[in-house]
């Protein structure tokens, strides 16, 4: 078998960035105070969520990303009214409705339940629709409306038999305390895996991710993952709230309006190539990217290197993690012609990433929510990638 040469001083640039490395670190950060909080290398500042100034929403730097979890400052930021700055001594969870004991707890009285830890997604619904594309290309525009973290709470199951919920309960409106007065009817059926989380990544949830109380509920779209939490109402039949049906209903081609459909689908993006990671030479290079499903753990990632024609197996890293990043990798040769280079997703449940001229034949008119389709990028003779369509086969 044929060795392959990966370490050329032109990959490394390109792996670690274009800037060169200024002096030493060490000696760079010895002048400084040690700050009380640790912050990354100062050679990293141009990894962040708001590039270019772009205000709102934040978007992961996925191409940028090294592993399955995203760091706390690199978390996407979705708000429909700012950031409220709640005190924790202060918040209350009401817990009301169809139950037999309504009640008012405080965060140490949920701390005190049994707590979990485990890692999900949280993805937006809107991730990859075409409205933040026109920000820039790149995987950050594409698909950064998601992130991974390991969340740390209490099972949401507890907290509904510590207030003894009623059979007849069978929804829940979990209300926020921020200025958009946010709230969202969720089927206790499928609340199985909830959680109220006060840790994210080891540390108390950040601001932006819904300090100090947030639902979370595994590969469930983003809206459903209500932050600052305040009040929960179990009810029989869901209120039809502002953001349950003006917001994240979806229209089909008779008109008809589907509010409800919570299941983040079966996807997956490459980020290296990509056009953060742009190909300096001809040679070897390791393609890197993501999957991730909310309904059920990624069963295989394949990858296409000429728009769709054909398809190879990739390695996965975390293959069992359902609602969870998968991270995916596989050897690429480029021999300086131009390569379209897309990944397609299954899951264990069944589910393939379609093609974006599939997904628009069954979803048309309405392509704003929930858009899995195979992404590819385009790799040009001079190694500059941008997006590009891939055709099925
Ligand atoms: N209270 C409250 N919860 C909210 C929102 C909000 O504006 N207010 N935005 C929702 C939306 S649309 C998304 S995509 C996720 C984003 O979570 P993140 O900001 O932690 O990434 O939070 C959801 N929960
Ligand atoms: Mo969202």
Request: charged share 20%.
């Amino acid at each position: 078998m044929k060795r392959t040469t990966f370490l050329t001083a032109s990959l490394l640039a390109t792996e670690f960035g274009t800037r060169p490395l200024k002096g030493d670190a060490a000696s760079d950060t010895a002048e400084e105070a040690p700050a009380p909080y640790g912050r990354p290398s100062p050679h990293e500042s141009d990894v962040v969520r708001r590039p270019r100034g772009v205000p709102s929403p934040a978007l992961t730097p996925l191409a940028a990303q090294l592993g399955t979890i995203t760091p706390n400052g690199l978390f996407f930021v979705r708000d429909h009214a700012g950031i409220p700055n709640l005190d924790p001594a202060r918040h209350r969870l009401l817990v009301h409705g169809l139950v037999r004991k309504p009640l008012v707890f405080s965060l140490t009285d949920i701390a005190r339940f049994p707590s979990v830890s485990r890692n999900a997604f949280i993805e937006c619904a809107g991730n990859t629709s075409p409205g933040w594309r026109g920000l820039g290309d790149g995987v950050q525009f594409s698909h950064g409306l998601l992130s991974n973290a390991q969340w740390t709470g209490v099972p949401l199951r507890l907290i509904l038999d510590e207030v003894g919920a009623e059979r007849d309960g069978t929804w829940l409106v979990a209300e926020s305390a921020d200025g958009a007065g946010y709230d969202r009817s969720l089927p206790v059926a499928n609340l199985g895996d909830a959680l109220l989380v006060y840790g994210q990544n080891g540390e108390m949830l950040r601001p932006e991710q819904g300090y100090p109380l947030r639902l979370i509920v595994p590969g469930f779209e983003g809206s459903a993952q209500v932050k600052w939490l305040r009040r929960i109402e179990v009810v029989r039949t869901p209120v039809y709230s502002r953001e349950d049906t003006a917001q994240y209903a979806t229209l089909d081609a008779s008109g008809i309006s589907h509010p409800f459909v919570f299941t983040m689908p079966v996807k997956s993006v490459v980020t290296l190539p990509s056009p953060e990671h742009p190909l300096p030479e001809r040679g070897a290079y390791e393609c890197r990217g993501f999957a991730w499903s909310g309904r059920a753990a990624i069963r295989q990632v394949e990858i296409t290197t000429d728009g769709g024609a054909s398809w190879s197996k990739a390695t996965l890293d975390d293959a069992r993690a359902a609602q969870s990043l998968a991270r995916f990798t596989f050897p690429l040769r480029w021999d300086g012609s131009e390569m379209v280079v897309a990944s397609r997703a299954s899951d264990a449940s069944g589910d393939v990433q379609p093609t974006f001229a599939a997904l628009r034949a069954a979803r048309s008119p309405d392509l704003r929510y929930h858009l899995n389709a195979i992404a590819g990028w385009r790799v040009r003779t001079d190694g500059r990638v941008e997006s590009a369509d891939v055709s099925g086969s």
